[in-house]
């Protein structure tokens, strides 16, 4: 990949989840709609990704090719059903785009070589300026940890979610300490029920009862619902990359001890 000015460049190239999902998805000439409607909704314009492959929208091994994969994944993978999901398909993808809704107002997403191991970043409260979404080179470096487009989609879900909470104007920031491992930061755990938050409903909290999500949160319920409500035709390594992202996040990365484990029956 070619590098930005004064920046390291990525790690170019295609994993096996990659590649798989890839395979999915036909060619922008066969279906245009598509990733005309991935650019707009997801606010991908910036000229920042013009060196990622944004030219070249099919191009999987490159970043804007891999993003293209997550949001494919975000739009399409995850089958509805109604009572034991955490939430529907289309609340992570409401919460996940870029355009203003319910969820946030609207932000546009950027890509960037340099972030210092970060995978991704939220901006929001600029002054006289649009908030944005920084992705950066972790979540595309071929043989990275991150570089997966499950964990790709989920990171969209999270950065999103700190958009939430600018909008309904709670702390964006994140925690250390408690069960949080000491090599990583985190959030607390809210628990609910998996009929606490009716399907379109996600954008919404209470104090009293108390029903919120954090980031770290949201991402995971994100990851269990791929790992064990996705459609058939979602390759098994996305579905056990989704569980495997998320039971490490339920591991190390809640400020409260969380118990509940993708694959184990959910609290209702």
Request: proline letters at 7%.
């Amino acid at each position: 990949m070619m590098a930005m000015k004064g920046r390291p460049m990525c790690i170019d190239g295609m994993g096996l989840v990659d590649l798989a999902v890839s395979r999915l998805i036909p060619v922008p000439s066969q279906w245009p709609e598509f990733f005309s409607w991935a650019k707009a909704a997801f606010a991908l314009e910036d000229d920042s990704w013009d060196p990622a492959g944004a030219g070249e929208p099919w191009r999987g091994s490159l970043p804007y090719g891999k993003t293209i994969a997550s949001i494919y994944l975000l739009a399409y993978a995850i089958r509805d059903e109604y009572i034991p999901q955490w939430h529907a398909r289309g609340d992570y993808l409401a919460a996940a785009r870029a355009m203003p809704n319910p969820y946030h107002g609207p932000f546009y997403i950027r890509f960037m070589n340099n972030s210092g191991g970060s995978e991704a970043h939220s901006d929001t409260g600029r002054t006289a300026a649009r908030d944005r979404t920084d992705m950066y080179c972790p979540v595309f470096d071929l043989g990275g940890k991150s570089d997966d487009p499950v964990n790709r989609a989920s990171v969209l879900v999270h950065e999103a979610w700190h958009h939430w909470q600018y909008h309904k104007g709670y702390q964006s920031g994140h925690l250390g300490g408690g069960a949080i491992d000491p090599s990583v930061e985190g959030d607390y755990y809210y628990p609910h029920g998996t009929g606490d938050f009716d399907f379109g409903q996600l954008w919404k909290f209470s104090l009293s009862p108390l029903r919120f999500h954090s980031p770290y949160q949201v991402q995971v319920e994100f990851s269990a619902d791929l790992a064990e409500f996705s459609f058939h035709w979602v390759p098994v390594a996305a579905t056990q990359s989704a569980r495997y992202y998320g039971n490490t996040r339920l591991a190390m990365q809640f400020h409260n001890r969380v118990n509940y484990r993708i694959g184990q029956p959910r609290p209702f």
